[in-house]
């Protein structure tokens, strides 16, 4: 039995016994050599090139487990961008594949430019297992496998050896302007010889708008640092700036609407791999007052938004996971910490003094009305003595949290990110949208699925946009985008959470099967909503119970029974009648 259906069986069995099939498709199953060979013996040709769905990830030992298929037909929005995968899979050494996409063409004479498809060879990296989840791991003790998840389009062939299976990541941007209508065209995988595949394009007459004017709101928090790292360039230098743009580039791509600003050292109690330094310079000078450098600060804000992420800059962390402040003392001539409790008057003297400085220099800057203090769910005592302290600062002051729903605050959260396991009563999720304040979700190391881990099932990152829109939520957050661990192109895994939980794309930058079935989803959040709007004023009432009914199916709940794939497959019909 194949790789997919052995999966599927597994699924099966875990669902009669433990009702958790998602869970179970998390897991690569342990196929030994003597069934591998029995497998790729049973593949009909020496040589396989088919398209295949890019809901799942193939296994580069095994064959895969499809029907061949020639033909790719699809259905998409105008501004739309569309995926799909080619699997090679061959009982021979082959040198040298490549793919080479033509102009699709209508029968009136338009074209889709061949510059709007884009190819990528799919790569392999190290990966674990949820197990428990959060807390730190001894890769020993989880059970480890390659994950095809990268998609390396820097490269433009590739060799695979014998009895392997290499898959190519091909998506299509559909230009705005493009005329409704069926666009045809070849794509031609050389490997060993040439192979001619034809792309059926149907384009709707309906267009999606640009990712900057996306209603949702994707805050994949952002680890400059790591960049650095990684690239071997100096931290802030000309030559990291210059490198952090195609990264902030690519996230604004995705609809990106978010500034992670990190206005004090380590302000996650360095529990990743890189350090997370702040980018304001605290003195306390010899006379006891304060000095605050903001020229770092001011030049990454004004470079982020310059790569199109403008919406709103949240800013980490004046109650962090570890309470001490680094500043640097004149008399001392040293960098020393503060370290006094939340609530204090040792802390409010300290942040005071800083807040009221940096609320004129933000309003000199004119970033004041789009900056929010942000916290992580602290205690409540200390959340309510910063919402407190800043309210005295400023009224106007913005507040970002991300943790449990507190009714007791709420109305104090601009920016209210809950946690998966909860959901905004109605009444208050539609007071805040009336109110123009942000309700969102988010996944961590926690939740088994839906998540984004290296192991996680490719159409997981797409439900998560569905399930926004099904809550009525505005929008989804996760740590992080590109907090790397030491080897991020060979192995996913960190110290602590389960593979990739850190990370979404790759040095680079390259992007992922995740980070595209994420770009997807949001789409569908977009189409959703498009169509919510348009169904209400035309009064097409069948259409809009039609897309509601499909909307109720996305419960986390359901996920155990049912995996992600098979609830995408299903509702999708609803956005390309």
């Known amino acids: 039995m194949k790789y997919i259906m052995l999966i599927l069986f597994i699924a099966a069995g875990l669902n009669s016994i433990a009702q958790d099939v998602s869970l179970a498709l998390q897991k690569a199953p342990k196929i030994s050599e003597a069934e591998r060979t029995v497998m790729w013996n049973k593949m009909p040709a020496n040589t396989v090139v088919s398209f295949a769905q890019s809901a799942i990830r193939f296994p580069q030992q095994l064959p895969p487990d499809i029907i061949q298929k020639n033909a790719w037909n699809v259905k998409a929005w105008k501004n739309e961008k569309v995926h799909v995968q080619i699997v090679v899979s061959s009982k021979n050494n082959i040198n040298n594949i490549t793919v080479d996409a033509g102009d699709l063409k209508d029968d009136k004479g338009n074209a889709i430019n061949s510059k709007n498809i884009s190819t990528g060879f799919v790569q392999y990296v190290i990966t674990d297992e949820f197990r428990n989840g959060c ?17 390396n389009t820097d490269i433009h062939s590739s060799s695979i050896s014998k009895n392997t299976t290499q898959a190519i990541w091909l998506s299509i941007h559909i230009p705005a302007n493009t005329p409704a209508g069926m666009y045809k065209g070849n794509i031609v995988v050389t490997a060993g010889k040439q192979y001619v595949l034809q792309a059926a394009l149907t384009v709707i007459d309906k267009i999606l708008p640009d990712p900057k004017d996306w209603t949702f709101q994707l805050d994949f928090w952002q680890h400059p640092a790591a960049i650095a790292r990684v690239h071997n360039v100096p931290l802030w230098g000309d030559k990291h700036f210059n490198l952090m743009r195609k990264y902030y580039t690519m996230l604004a791509n995705a609809g990106q609407k978010i500034i992670t600003a990190g206005i004090v050292d380590e302000p996650w109690g360095h529990q990743t791999y890189d350090d997370y330094p702040g980018l304001i310079k605290w003195t306390r000078k010899s006379d006891g007052s304060w000095a605050y450098d903001y020229s770092l600060f001011d030049r990454y804000i004004s470079f982020v938004m310059s790569c199109g992420i403008t919406q709103r800059i949240n800013c980490y962390s004046m109650v962090p996971w570890k309470i001490a402040f680094k500043y640097y003392d004149e008399l001392l001539q040293h960098d020393t910490v503060f370290t006094g409790a939340i609530g204090t008057p040792e802390y409010n003297a300290f942040w005071g003094a800083m807040l009221k400085d940096f609320t004129a220099h933000l309003k000199e800057k004119g970033w004041f009305d789009i900056t929010a203090i942000a916290m992580d769910e602290r205690p409540m005592e200390a959340m309510k003595s910063v919402i407190a302290l800043l309210k005295t600062i400023d009224p106007g002051w913005k507040i970002s949290l991300a943790g449990d729903y507190h009714p007791e605050i709420e109305n104090d959260i601009d920016d209210y990110c809950v946690a998966s396991r909860w959901v905004f009563p109605d009444s208050v999720l539609q007071a805040r949208k009336q109110q123009g304040k942000a309700s969102t979700w ?122 992600a794939q098979q609830m995408i497959e299903q509702a999708k019909n609803v956005l390309n009648e």
């Not at 730190?136 to 496998?145: G, W």
Request: proline share 7%.
């Open 442 to 563: 988010y996944t961590c190391c926690t939740e088994k699925y839906p998540n984004l881990f290296t192991f996680s099932p490719p159409d997981e990152a797409v439900w998560i946009g569905w399930y926004t829109a099904a809550t009525g939520m505005d929008g989804y957050l996760r740590w992080a985008y590109n907090s790397w661990p030491e080897a991020p192109l060979k192995d996913s895994r960190f110290t602590a959470w389960p593979a990739g939980d850190t990370y979404q794309v790759y040095p680079g930058p390259l992007s992922s099967v995740r980070f595209e079935k994420t770009i997807e989803g949001i789409q569908d959040f977009e189409k959703i909503n498009i169509l919510r709007t348009a169904y209400k004023n035309n009064g097409e009432t069948v259409k809009l119970n039609a897309l509601e009914a499909a909307l109720k199916t996305f419960t986390i709940e359901k996920l155990s029974s049912t995996p």
């Open 135 to 151: 807390g730190y791991r001894n890769p020993k003790d989880f059970d480890s496998s390659e994950v095809a998840d990268i998609i």
